[in-house]
């Protein structure tokens, strides 16, 4: 072989053997440098087919269509009111992909289960959306309106079984305030709670519950169907898309949002959290997302980074409170 040939050989082996070396390096780089825009994981506090669930599931699938991160993934962690997932969640700090959707409903479970993990220890993000809880008995209830169902509820308040998610959360602290603001000892509340809405939904059809509370999307399908009638909403106002009329438009002064939002793991520095607030603010303003809060007649309330944190540490007291003063 000649000498020439043997030193091209050789040089092509060196190149060959130094742009691998760049591709390992360039990949481990990549690896070690995980960003919301390529990798993003929702954990669900809660079993699939519930609020966060579904929540999720619309955050995950607009961020495909808009393109915002490369691999969108959604682990649920039910139990608890949300509590178990939230305990897992911020047992694994530093992670700049990972997001905890939460709300209302875990605000109040942290206090009533005396969960050691509270939404102290986790990194906020943002408020995405208000959705709103609905009072609903079956289509042959002897219930047609809201007033027979609370006279028939100050009557024999124990006697009346109401049906609704984990201790604790927006269905239990909902019937509790309408016994409040309408005369009825809330000590008085036979209150059966169930993992999500479609245990509450089966309940109410086999007639193991009187009147049912969650949210309206875990619902509005058999509303629509007529098998289910919506006595109320727990909106300030009327809500567009919601053929339900507020307690406050009939006479009782109750109103509860039930908020969702998304928050991090702890340990995170400074530039980790504002790419995660960024990536969430990006999606609230897609159209995607837009088209997301028209279809399930959710309000947008987006708020994010320190104006969500300061919001997170007044609910929680607010519901504390509520939860202290109905002795729940």
């Known amino acids: 072989m000649k000498s020439s040939t043997i030193v091209a050989r050789t040089i092509g082996i060196a190149v060959t053997a130094v742009l ?46 808009e393109g915002l991160s490369g691999n969108v993934q959604v682990v649920n962690v039910p139990g608890a009111g949300g509590t178990i997932g939230l305990s ?4 694994v700090p530093g992670d700049p992909t990972a997001l905890m959707l939460t709300g209302t409903v875990m605000e109040g479970a942290i206090i009533t289960n005396g969960s050691s993990a509270t939404l102290a220890d986790t990194t906020p ?29 100050r009557a024999d308040p124990h006697g009346m079984a109401v049906g609704g998610g984990g201790i604790g959360g927006t269905d239990q602290l909902l019937a509790g305030l309408l016994m409040q603001a ?14 999500g809405g479609g245990e509450v939904l089966t309940s109410l059809l086999s007639r193991t519950v009187d009147v049912g509370i969650s949210g309206y999307n875990e619902f509005s399908d058999q509303i629509e169907a007529g098998n289910l009638r919506a006595l109320g909403l727990s ?23 039930n908020w969702r939002g998304v928050v991090a793991a702890p340990g995170l520095s400074e530039a980790e959290r504002d790419a995660l607030v960024d990536i969430v603010t990006r999606l609230s303003e897609s159209d995607a997302w837009q088209d997301t809060l028209r279809r399930n007649s959710w309000t947008d309330s987006f708020l994010a980074g320190d104006d969500f944190a300061a919001f997170l540490e007044e609910d929680q007291a607010r519901i504390a409170d509520i939860i202290e003063e109905l002795g729940l």
């Open 182 to 195: 309408t005369d009825i000892d809330p000590a008085e509340l036979n209150y059966i709670a169930y993992s």
């Open 88 to 91: 897992q969640f911020v047992s």
């Open 20 to 65: 691998v070396s760049f591709a390992v390096v360039n990949a481990s780089g990549a690896s070690g440098e995980a960003t919301p825009d390529s990798n993003l994981t929702f954990t669900v506090p809660a079993a699939p087919g519930g609020g966060w669930d579904l929540a999720a599931r619309e955050a995950q699938q607009a961020m495909r269509v």
């Open 125 to 153: 993000i943002a408020r995405l959306a208000n959705d709103y809880e609905v009072v609903i008995v079956p289509a042959d209830s002897p219930f047609q309106t809201l007033q027979e169902f609370i006279e028939a509820w």
């Open 235 to 257: 909106a300030q106002e009327p809500i567009e898309g919601i053929d339900v009329p507020t307690f406050i438009e009939q006479g009782i002064d109750v109103e509860l949002p």
